[in-house]
């Protein structure tokens, strides 16, 4: 469904090479060290930046050279990015047109999501009335919305305390699943990885050092950096 091939970019004096692919309906936890690449290789996939050579190919369509918005993905990232002047039904809304130009089935989607999220009673509410969980699940809702068959998530409830955190990666889990959408997942915690995912990546030296199931993400895998990582992670 996702295929990243001999995928080049060039920042300053780095240089990262990425090859990496990922099954329709994968749940895929993108894990490394600070700086070694992650985020750069979900900016690649998403559109915020062009690598320099190779392809990225979502389905049978190759996504280098379109605009981040044509791009068949939707995005949660770590700040919720609500708009603080609309309501809770309009940044749901915004998923499926910019301009807010609803058809009535469109209309009634923004209401299903926000009650498979959890924050169906509070559709005529701005953000500020919400709680930072609230939020994040009406960014959630936002996300899928969407008729994207792919969800970039850039560590969206990092920020959350551990138990909300729980609730919000079961939740990602179970409308994945319910829609059989591929999820990149960035993420620094090796519990969040094993809760939710079905595969992980691991990215160090600035590429894709791993790609494997994500019963191999232990202690005792071979490749001692991400043995490292994993004891330091637990």
Request: glycine share 8%; aromatic share 6%; hydrophobic share 45%.
């Amino acid at each position: 469904m996702l295929t990243l091939q001999s995928v080049n970019y060039h920042y300053q004096k780095e240089l990262f090479t990425f090859d990496f692919a990922a099954k329709q309906g994968d749940i895929v936890a993108l894990m490394g060290p600070s700086g070694a690449g992650k985020s750069t290789l979900l900016a690649l996939v998403a559109g915020f930046i062009e690598p320099t050579d190779g392809d990225i190919v979502a389905g049978a369509q190759s996504l280098v050279g379109l605009e981040a918005h044509q791009r068949p993905l939707a995005m949660l990232f770590q700040e919720h990015n609500l708009f603080a002047h609309l309501t809770v039904r309009e940044n749901i809304g915004l998923g499926l047109h910019p301009g807010l130009k609803l058809n009535a089935e469109q209309k009634q989607s923004v209401v299903d999501a926000a009650e498979q999220v959890g924050v169906g009673e509070y559709l005529d509410r701005l953000p500020e009335q919400l709680s930072g969980g609230q939020r994040q699940r009406v960014a959630l809702a936002r996300c899928f919305v969407q008729p994207h068959r792919i969800w970039l998530l850039d560590e969206p409830f990092s920020a959350l305390d551990p138990i909300l955190r729980e609730e919000m990666l079961a939740l990602v889990h179970k409308l994945a699943k319910e829609r059989n959408i591929t999820v990149l997942m960035v993420t620094h915690h090796i519990g969040d990885a094993r809760s939710i995912a079905n595969k992980f990546a691991f990215v160090a030296q600035g590429k894709v050092l791993v790609a494997d199931t994500i019963d191999q993400l232990t202690v005792e895998h071979s490749e001692p950096i991400l043995s490292d990582f994993v004891r330091a992670g637990n």
